[in-house]
């Protein structure tokens, strides 16, 4: 596609219920990330994929969080047992390799509440 | 840790006025970035300056990096009131992933 796409766009669960976020870079975008942002806050890095490497997953939280990449595009972001410090916009982001060159594309997020 | 930090954190200006915001970081980068955000949504990236370049031009926007003093400033002219947004800074470290800081709010009044 044309941009960056995230599904659902809101997503409303259950304190303890697990969640999947899902997104599909742009294609051809070899890196993708996963931030997320807490309300009035900056982004929070998650988690990165650079083409086949292992990803960079020095920004989970916690073991609850997961992050898989099928076949070099779509990411799926698993958080499981959710808890309500959970709550925020999760933010997916592509980039070509040579990121001196390039900055990110976002799309435009899912937001997360957990009740 | 946080490596960009903008200032002011939030700022209130008229139509036609011109916007500065800054940015202050602790470490070595190889590139800073300002990115706008609308309603709390995905970030759109307005401009890329590299750490040999001092300043950068793109329409109405105007950056500038001061590595000595490890800051970078970013300049609206003859702001609209579409540019009411959150900005952000976000510096490149070599490392492939951008480090954001917590975004200064301008809001631009018509």
């Known amino acids: 596609g044309a941009g960056v796409s995230q599904s659902p766009s809101n997503k409303v669960t259950e304190k303890g219920k697990d969640v999947e976020l899902r997104c599909d870079p742009i294609?051809?975008?070899?890196?993708l990330y996963w931030y997320r942002q807490s309300l009035g806050q900056g982004l929070e890095f998650l988690i990165y994929?650079?083409?086949?490497?292992?990803?960079?997953k020095s920004g989970l939280p916690s073991d609850r969080f997961s992050a898989e990449r099928t076949g070099g595009s779509v990411s799926t972001l698993t958080i499981q047992r959710t808890q309500q410090e959970d709550s925020a916009v999760y933010l997916c982001?592509?980039?070509?390799?040579?990121?001196?060159?390039?900055?990110?594309?976002f799309g435009s997020g899912t937001r997360l509440t957990v009740v | 840790s946080q490596q960009g930090e903008e200032d002011p954190q939030a700022l209130s200006i008229q139509e036609g006025e011109n916007a500065t915001m800054n940015c202050s970081y602790k470490t070595s980068i190889n590139n800073l970035q300002w990115y706008r955000q609308n309603s709390g949504r995905g970030l759109v990236h307005l401009i890329l300056i590299r750490s040999n370049e001092r300043e950068k031009h793109s329409g109405r926007l105007r950056v500038t990096l001061d590595t000595s003093k490890k800051s970078s400033s970013l300049l609206i002219t003859a702001s609209r009131a579409a540019d009411t947004a959150s900005y952000f800074c976000a510096t490149d470290k070599g490392y492939s992933t951008l480090t954001f800081g917590k975004g200064t709010m301008l809001l631009v009044s018509p």
């Open positions: 982001a592509s980039s070509a390799r040579d990121t001196s060159n390039y900055g990110y594309t």
């Open positions: 294609s051809g975008h070899t890196a």
């Open positions: 994929f650079q083409g086949n490497s292992a990803p960079d």
